[in-house]
Each structure stands twice: as C-alpha cells, then as structure tokens.
C-alpha cells in the first residue's frame, strides 16, 4: 500500500480557477474532500479533480442535497467532515472536536470561517482548509490541505498557500 494523498479545500463559491492551479501543482493524488459552499458546483468540481470527492453542504449550498455532515473512512483513519457552522467553529472547536470524538474519529475537518487551521484538540486532530477562493486569514492568500496517510497508518496534514 502506498502513502494516500487526499486534498482537502473548502468555501469555492463557484470560483474554480485556483481549484484548477491546485489540482496541476498537486497531482497526482487519490481523493478530494470538500467542506462545502460550492454552491451547487459540485459536478463541475468532480470534473476539474478527476478522482473520487467527498462534499458536505454548507450555509451558501441553501438547496443542496449534500449532507451536512459525514464519517468516512480512508486506510484505516476515520474521519469527520462539515461545513462547521451548525458546530460553532468561530467560537471554538469544542463542539466540534465532541462530534468527531463521538463519530470515534481521529480528524474533524470543517470550513466556513475561510481561515486555515490545523490543531490537536482532546485526542481530535482538527483542521480547516481555509478558502481556496475567498481567503479571510491575514495576507490573504488562497489555501487548502494536503491528507497524507502512509502505509503504517501515521497520517498529517499540512496547509498550503497559492502564492498570487
């Protein structure tokens, strides 16, 4: 089994041109998980990525049928994902971090403040992408997250910027 490599981005709003930047300094990688606000994008997405995506809806995504939440599991590590406004992620991530612990999740992955974050929090490791298309984080720069999950089952992520 080799190392998986999933790339983690969040809050598009229908703006794909730095999706498009990603997915050629990236690839090849195996898997996309989307934490929302496509706002109903999502197949134009799965068709810029080429390979398997996970989107949960988020508060731009009003007539989706995504769900709001979702547990998957990739080589062993469970996961958690939502948009993160209906856990209160900008006052904290306790409410968060007690759904993915509750779920029996290692990593609780969230969008929607459009800032990249990644911490360990109560045995949860938490992160968030940032906004691929509408950064708020100071500087301004587009991010997104790179899932790495390696044969023994280690697994980090990192965040990283598009530099424009």
Request: glycine share 10%.
């Given at each position: 089994?080799?190392?998986?490599?999933i790339l983690l981005i969040s809050d598009t709003h229908g703006f794909h041109e730095?999706?498009?930047e990603v997915v050629r300094l990236e690839a090849p990688f195996?898997?996309?998980l989307h934490m929302g606000d496509t706002e109903g994008w999502d197949p134009i997405i799965e068709e810029i990525v080429g390979v398997p995506v996970e989107i949960v809806a988020g508060n731009c995504d009003w007539a989706s049928a995504l769900p709001s939440e979702m547990a998957i599991t990739i080589s062993g590590i469970h996961i958690f994902m939502t948009h993160g406004h209906e856990y209160y992620v900008t006052t904290g991530m306790d409410v968060l971090r007690d759904q993915a612990a509750a779920c029996g999740c290692q990593i609780a992955l969230f969008g929607h403040t459009h800032r990249p974050l990644v911490e360990q929090c109560g045995g949860v490791l938490?992160?968030?992408?940032?906004s691929i298309s509408r950064p708020r984080q100071p500087g301004y720069e587009?991010?997104?997250g790179v899932l790495s999950i390696d044969e023994?089952?280690?697994y980090r992520i990192d965040i990283k910027f598009l530099k424009k």
């Open positions: 089994m080799k190392t998986k490599k730095n999706l498009k195996d898997r996309v938490i992160a968030n992408p940032g587009p991010s997104y023994t089952g280690l």
